[in-house]
């Protein structure tokens, strides 16, 4: 009896060993058996997934260069670390499935901080809060706040902390590619509403005075927002966080800041 379960325990601990050396050996084929942050440093470009249709924080200006807050954010985390910032751009919607397959490090696009994500993904400090807000047209008499959203219709993108939102009180929702869209949608009538960031709101009425829409509820709280990035990149996480911090200490997150909103966005 002893010798069978002393063979039994030496089977057991082959098979744990074997299971051990698989993950390392796949380990090894993605990364020639280096963390994510030594091969990203070895190779000296992190491949970042962004909108590049989301102002003010990832778009392209009049002469077609990418920029915005999230860009400029992540170009001086990087400058520090002295990697260079490849962006890629995708839509929304497929934006964390192209995180899970590869085709890029990490994800810059005002990402929200929720409780789901942080339990299959890696997420930076927050480098940005913002308030969710509604918004409908202009001559819109019905709507006023969250809770006048039962039976109406919204626009909304489908992997959006604010389809989640809306639905949860009611609404039907038609899914869109972005923020634009969903203005599209409104001023032409076929949408009640949408939900969506307060800073993306007052770029938009900035830059587009003639609008005929308006904000009609504000969210008390608001969300913290961060990159997102694979689980288990802790190296990599906490290169990009002791650059966040060395950029607010020096004053660089601040000048950045008030380019884009004229105030300090992080708190």
């Not at 047209?137 to 109406?152: A, F, Q, V, W, Y």
């Not at 590619?177 to 949608?185: K, M, P, R, T, V």
């Not at 949408?191 to 008390?220: F, M």
């Not at 660089?252 to 884009?260: E, M, P, V």
């Amino acid at each position: 009896m002893k010798k069978f379960l002393g063979t039994l325990f030496a089977l057991m601990l082959v098979l744990a060993l074997a299971a051990c050396g698989t993950n390392d050996k796949s380990k090894d084929k993605d990364n020639g058996g280096k963390s994510s942050y030594d091969a990203i440093k070895n190779k000296g470009v992190v491949t970042i997934g962004t909108e590049g249709t989301y102002a003010p924080f990832t778009f392209h200006d009049k002469s077609g260069k990418l920029t915005g807050f999230d860009v400029e954010v992540a170009q001086e985390v990087f400058k520090r670390l002295g990697i260079k910032p490849k962006f890629v751009e995708t839509k929304w919607d497929g934006m964390i499935a192209g995180l899970d397959a590869k085709r890029y490090d990490m994800i810059a696009n005002e990402v929200a901080v929720r409780k789901d994500r942080l339990q299959k993904y890696d997420m930076s400090d927050p480098y940005i809060v913002s308030k969710a807000i509604l918004i409908v047209r202009k001559d819109n008499k019905d709507i006023k706040s969250l809770n006048d959203l039962k039976g109406k219709k919204v626009a909304q993108s489908l992997d959006s902390n604010y389809r989640k939102i809306a639905e949860a009180h009611g609404a039907t929702n038609t899914v869109v590619d972005g923020f634009n869209q969903s203005i599209d949608l409104i001023t032409s009538g076929r949408v009640d509403a949408t939900i969506n960031d307060s800073l993306s709101y007052l770029d938009l009425k900035k830059q587009r005075p003639e609008l005929p829409i308006k904000s009609v509820y504000e969210e008390k709280e608001a969300t913290s927002n961060a990159f997102m990035f694979r689980k288990d990149n802790k190296e990599l996480v906490d290169a990009v966080n002791g650059a966040l911090a060395d950029m607010k200490k020096d004053g660089t997150y601040l000048k950045i800041s008030k380019k884009w909103f004229g105030t300090d966005v992080s708190k």
